[in-house]
């Protein structure tokens, strides 16, 4: 429907002018709509590129009109801007195609070039400015960072080819951006990010609460369903989608929760959340019943040595643990002095083993068993170290595998340190 209604608009134009157009626009487009708007002109291009030249005297083409070559410039000039290899190459195209140009028309700065905003935040600014607005709490600042890019995402959803992406983006920003949570993030959005999502900004809070009826269907289920840890029989975005969903109807805060539509649809928001929605489980339900489930039945699935290498599924997991170990890292440093001093002492010369043992201080998560520094485990899943490393190895992360052998080290002789071989194993070839 859209890419008729998109047709139907274009009728008329030459492509002279849908260029000018998009290099007009392209700087206020979300990242989706660029990327739609540029396979338009790249599809187009072919059969119409006769469009953007000037005829000379004879009837043959001669020179890039002079708007054309304007356009074409901002398009170099926003390339660089954005750093968006998509119109990078565009625009390598373009200019291609003109073919030699006078030298003196190649300048530095040309006269076309946008100006750019009088304030533009970038990515250490507006992760600087969440967890200045956040505690220093080190979840809140991470899940911060990324509500974010999470809203950024959405942004671009709204402008699915699919109706129903469209709805869930809709009714999952109008929630989100209800809570005090979802309004930091979209104040540490861009402006042109803010002006799509503007008119889903809500003053009073969102009264909305998933209703998690699925939880209780088996097909759901954490414990009793393999399949949601296994590639089998279906696709990676189908198979990411529904791990992340699951585990969101055992999420406990609202914020991730809100985005139970949304998430079972787009793979890439499972992705970038699902790191987070661990932790939230980590954070509510450190012990007991579904650790010891998610632990086996990681290292039954993905983690299992005879199952085939699937390199982006393990790179996701390898993503969700090292998210977890730095909660970790960060609730042991952000211990007081005396209490680190309390947690070491006195545990056999082993600094790792007096973390682990370490069930009270004030961690990332506050105080009490729900602080990351209560895990047994600094990934907080009791997985073997060893079939991590083996995984890790089979998507070429060596550094990775060289960390999670170091763990096991650490773990199996309580220092980063092998013992001394006996004399048997000395006489041994």
Sequence with gaps: MHDRLHRQLRKGLSLAEELQHFAGRAKSMTSAMRRRSLAALLAALPARKHQLFQQGPAGQLASFHPKVEEA?????WLSGESQDSAVAAFAGELLALAGPLDPSAIAFKPACAPHTYTHHASGSEQQAAVQDSSSSSST???????????????????VDPD???????????????????????????????????????????????????????????LQSNPGLWSLQGQSYDAWVRNLAYAMLLQAREPTLAMCQHMIVRKAQLAELML??????????????????SLSSQLSAGLLSPSAPAHVKAIQLILTCLDHLRNLHLNAVLGMDLEQRRKSTSGVGGSSTQGRSST???????????NSPVAWSKQYWLDVDYLLVAAAALKCSAYFTALLYVEHWVEEQYGRLQLGDRSPDDKASP
């Design 72 to 76: 074409t410039w901002r398009l170099v």
């Design 140 to 158: 809140n600042s991470s899940l911060s960072t990324m509500l974010v890019a999470a809203l950024q995402l959405m942004a671009d959803y709204l």
């Design 163 to 221: 109706v129903l992406v469209i709805r869930s983006a809709q009714f999952t920003l109008r929630n989100l951006l209800g809570t005090d949570r979802g309004r930091q993030a979209f104040d540490h959005l861009d402006p042109v990010t803010q002006g799509y999502l503007q008119v889903y900004r809500r003053e009073d809070d969102s009264t909305y609460r998933p209703s998690g009826k699925d939880a209780a269907d088996p097909k759901w289920s």
């Design 275 to 292: 790191p987070h929605i661990l932790a939230d489980l980590a954070q509510h339900q450190p012990q007991g019943a579904l650790m010891v």
């Design 359 to 369: 069930r009270s201080g004030r961690g990332g998560h506050g105080n009490g068993s």
